[in-house]
DNA sequence: GAATTATTTAGACTATATCTAACATGATAT
DNA sequence: ATATCATGTTAGATATAGTCTAAATAATTC
């Protein structure tokens, strides 16, 4: 990933890029596996300069409010995170948490009559299930 | 609501019509704001028997497995939770975090191909933006 | 380079939810 | 009915996830 590009992005919605910042956003973009916030901190943590558990938080806020990254909440667990790239729908694995990309297709929104005097902003579609892993597993019981 | 209703809805889920869990139950299907698992523990226990905290968790937990209540995790809130009655999307605002009904609609599956060896159990399909409170004070700004 | 503003930091704190182990209750068998 | 066994409840401790504070640092502007 190119690191101008990443520093562009950022500055682009406002963000400065700042060595913490750009730990986060170019760790999401090249993992795509959908990390909590705690697996990010420690990831970034790996390599220096550290940053601070505050700080990975902080940044995660920034940049799902700039539009960057998305947050995944899954109940009863940590939030999931991943960079806004091509656009997807998520799998959510109802044993293990896990959160898989799914290869987008539009979805048809509400009969605006529904919505009332509400801002629609996204319309968000989450499948629910067993992942690959769990399945089998699930199967032989 | 039939309270004879409920109980066979229970025990039909191989689950005990106790008074905790009846209560749980019956506040989900008279109050269709999805409110959290602090709102229901202090709601039932405005009404005797008294229900402890964690028979509040336990039996949302149990309702939620038996598929008769529907979880919703909200980003940095506490889940919310609703009584799975007629079909129906939902809208989470961005501001306040409200959760709120859609009138549902079907929604299209993904091709099976994209899917692999996931087992799916269902799509939900949710609306993001502001809810009818929060949209006129955000467009002030 | 001084002033201004944004960002980072450690650690305290809050919120949400789960766990533990003793006890109570309901169901089943004798 | 009484014993037995499984299920459900409880208070409080514990765990996990995330936010807040106030002081320090870094980036930007004057
Ligand atoms: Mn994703
Ligand atoms: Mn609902
Ligand atoms: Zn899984
Ligand atoms: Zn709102």
Redesign the pocket.
Known sequence: MDPEAIRRSL?GR????????YAVMAFLMEHTGHP???EIFEAVNRAD??????????????LVQAGLVREV?V?????RFDAKGMRHHHFICDRCGKVEDVEWYDVPRPASGSLGKRILRECELIFRGLCSKCAPRQASR
Chains 1, 2 share one sequence.
Do not use: F, I, K, V
């Open positions: 500055e406002g963000l400065r890029c700042t060595a913490q910042r909590t916030a705690a300069p550290r940053s601070s558990r505050a700080t990975t938080y902080n940044n995660l806020r920034d909440a109940e009863g667990r940590a939030a």
